[in-house]
């Protein structure tokens, strides 16, 4: 039936009524979803974003360096003497007490004087009583000075080579410098001996650390 026109339209019936409340319900939800769509994609892409490029990198801690590793270096081959340096010079063969002791490398070595006297103790561990006083002579036959700070003279008496005791008598001038070459050098050592122990005296020389010991064997009067 057609509407004629300026005739008023009639109400929608209730079927239509009911069809048109679906599509409103229907459009309402359809809203909804799309709404939620939107903020949870908004979300996803909050959460999943790369994070601030002007942000600090997290530093590495620092690794521990190594320790430095020491080569060991070859054991240098001796290129002196190997012998024991605690083991004693040789002792070369005796002379009388007035004869010439050669070393061998143109040092020579006499006693130009052995004095029976009465030592006078000075100083602590000396005991003042008969001694024999002892001039030793060192020539010096090479090119070369030779030093004499470190030369040692001992004494022993009787048959069983008693060692001496050294005293330090005021007439005690002991080597303290050296000889030039050609020239000669004399110092005088003291030592406490009894009387009666004289007729075997034993006197050993060394001029220098290391050098063979001159021996000078006799009786003194």
Do not use: K, W
């Amino acid at each position: 039936m057609s509407t004629v026109p300026g005739t008023p339209a009639s109400p929608p019936t209730p079927a239509r009524r009911r069809r048109l409340l679906l599509a409103a319900a229907a459009a309402a939800v359809l809203a909804v979803l799309v709404t939620l769509g939107v903020v949870l994609g908004g979300d996803e892409q909050a959460t999943s974003a790369p994070p601030d490029a002007t942000a600090t990198p997290t530093e590495a801690p620092a690794a521990t360096p190594e320790p430095a590793v020491v080569p060991q270096l070859p054991t240098p081959e001796p290129t002196g003497p190997t012998e024991d340096v605690d083991e004693a010079p040789p002792s070369l063969p005796e002379v009388p007490l007035d004869a010439e002791g050669a070393v061998g490398d143109g040092v020579v070595v006499t006693l130009p004087a052995i004095e029976a006297i009465e030592g006078t103790a000075v100083g602590p561990g000396n005991i003042a009583g008969p001694a024999l006083r002892v001039t030793v002579r060192i020539a010096n036959g090479t090119a070369e000075p030779v030093a004499l700070g470190g030369v040692a003279v001992n004494l022993a008496h009787g048959p069983d080579r008693t060692p001496a005791s050294p005293l330090d008598d005021p007439s005690r001038r002991p080597f303290a410098t050296m000889v030039e070459p050609g020239q000669s050098a004399e110092g005088v050592y003291v030592f406490t001996v009894p009387a009666d122990a004289r007729d075997q005296v034993h006197v050993e020389v060394g001029y220098e650390a290391g050098a063979p010991l001159l021996q000078f064997t006799g009786p003194v009067a």
